[in-house]
């Protein structure tokens, strides 16, 4: 390796800062071009609703036709909860939730940066926290009253925050925190929080990374607790965040299940369920039926899980959905799939990026790393870029105890947020908007393509050690 690539600048933070910015300044742009022509659309209606009633005072509660009002849980509330703090003092203005976006979607770019710091030089992090500052899928997103951008900001700064735990060797409080917030928004947010406890530590001390795994989700699970609370009291029935997990499985599972989403009068409502009216009550009806059903035809289900990850990570275009949806007159088909051809080419410069990373990487199996890497990489220029994906959890794996060494972090954090979403939507149902929380830690790992150097950065665990 060349002096001159050797003597590449190290991350400076100031960079960070000052691309945040620039991810907040499109995103206000988006906000300015769109507050007037794309009114709460799709899942978004919902959101608002339940958002303005919580500034009303009138809590997470919803009105029916007939002018009944029940206690509700079925969307997990942090995303409504934090827009109806914002709507009680400004306003129920949509325009609100939509800075609210701008601003995350700002704080998930710095976290990149901060993210591959670790391992990349000052031009690779700076191309990792422009991935996502620049991300066209996230930036038209920024618009949509919907989860998704809002939780992959979330991921961001909790791999930020066990990036900083690793680094100090101590303390994983923000971690958890993040994965609290986070778990009130995505709620299978909090099957990644032991991993990230886990990647925390310093390996070869297995006891303290059981232990940051388990405080880690304690915290996260503690954070929920209030409103779990809330759900026994009100809904009669102890829902950890949202009564939803029943009917997702039932959509992932039913006789008439296509790996994507179905609507229920197309699947049917099961006999058993019809005359169950509370909200909690049936979507554990729900989940029943789509057990028995997993268990009456097995293989029928393992069939749709290439279906489900295809729909997942082969493209995205849920900015594009979202805003034909809301307004086809200010956002037509044409300008729909303009988008989504720009975000299917981004997202998949970038997983390559990873794959390449993870290849270059000294560490065991080395060889093997490179014809995985180079095999699944394959699949980017096809309908399956599914494969690449699983491909770049697989590669991660093959470091070995190499996999949790600090200046690896990116990949290790990045392996675990896509295998984990993988296997979510492999369960349940799949859609391109699912795969958006993946892209800041796939960026962070992406950068680490340009570094000054293989050999380890020291990242505070000499003295560890």
């Known amino acids: 390796m060349s002096a001159a690539i050797r003597a590449a600048p190290a991350p400076r933070s100031s960079d960070g800062f000052a691309i945040a910015g620039v991810a907040l300044a499109v995103r206000l742009a988006v906000v300015a071009w769109a507050a007037t022509r794309f009114p709460p659309a799709e899942d978004g209606k919902y959101y608002q609703i339940v958002a303005t009633r919580i500034a009303e005072g009138k809590g997470y509660t919803w ?55 670790v391992g990349a030089n000052r031009r690779g992090a700076n191309v990792a926290a422009l991935a996502i500052a620049l991300h066209p899928g996230l930036v038209f997103y920024t618009p949509a009253i919907m989860t998704e951008g809002f939780a992959a900001a979330l991921l961001a700064l909790a791999a930020w925050a ?31 929080a032991p991993c990230f406890g886990w990647l925390a530590a310093p390996p070869g001390n297995r006891r303290v990374a059981l232990g940051r795994a388990a405080a880690v989700t304690a915290i996260a699970v503690g954070a929920c607790l209030p409103w779990t609370f809330r ?37 049917g409502v099961p006999a058993e369920c019809r005359n169950v009216f509370g909200e909690a009550e049936k979507d554990a009806c729900f989940g029943h039926a789509a057990v028995r059903d997993i268990e009456r035809e097995p293989g029928r289900f393992l069939s749709l899980v290439p279906k489900k990850l295809a729909v997942t990570f082969d493209y995205a275009g849920a900015a594009g959905w ?36 993870i290849a270059r990487y000294d560490g065991p199996f080395g060889r ?40 690896r972090l990116p990949a290790s ?52 050690r």
């Open 231 to 267: 759900n026994c009291a009100r809904m009669h029935s102890c829902v950890l965040v949202s009564a939803n997990a029943g009917w997702n499985l039932f959509i992932g599972a039913a006789p008439g299940a296509t790996g994507s989403w179905v609507a229920l009068d197309q699947l």
């Open 63 to 117: 009105l029916w036709p007939d002018g009944v009002v029940t206690y509700a849980a079925h969307y997990p509330v942090g995303y409504p909860a934090v827009l109806g703090a914002l709507y009680a003092v400004f306003g129920a203005h949509p325009t609100l939730a939509m800075v609210a976006n701008g601003v995350m979607g700002a704080l998930a770019a710095l976290a990149v940066h901060r993210v591959a710091s």
């Open 413 to 464: 954090l990045a392996a675990v947020t896509v295998l984990g979403t993988a296997a979510t939507h492999a369960v349940f149902f799949g859609s391109g908007r699912y795969s958006l929380v993946c892209f800041p830690a796939l960026a962070g790992l992406a950068g680490t393509v340009l570094t000054g150097s293989k050999e380890p950065r020291d990242n505070g665990e000499s003295s560890q």
């Open 322 to 357: 979202y805003l034909h949806s809301s307004n086809p007159g200010a956002f037509s088909e044409s300008a729909k799939v303009r988008l989504g051809t720009a975000e299917t080419i981004w997202e998949r410069l970038v997983v390559l990026a990873a794959l390449v990373a």
């Open 162 to 192: 066990t990036v900083a735990a690793r680094r100090r060797g101590r303390g994983v409080v923000w971690t958890g925190i993040a994965f609290g917030a986070a778990t009130l928004v995505r709620p299978q947010s909090l099957l990644l």
């Open 368 to 407: 093997v790393r490179k014809g995985a890497a180079a095999a699944t990489s394959a699949f980017l220029f096809m309908k399956s870029a599914w494969v690449a994906h699983l491909g770049l959890g697989l590669s991660a794996a093959l470091l070995g105890r190499r996999f949790r060494d600090a200046d």
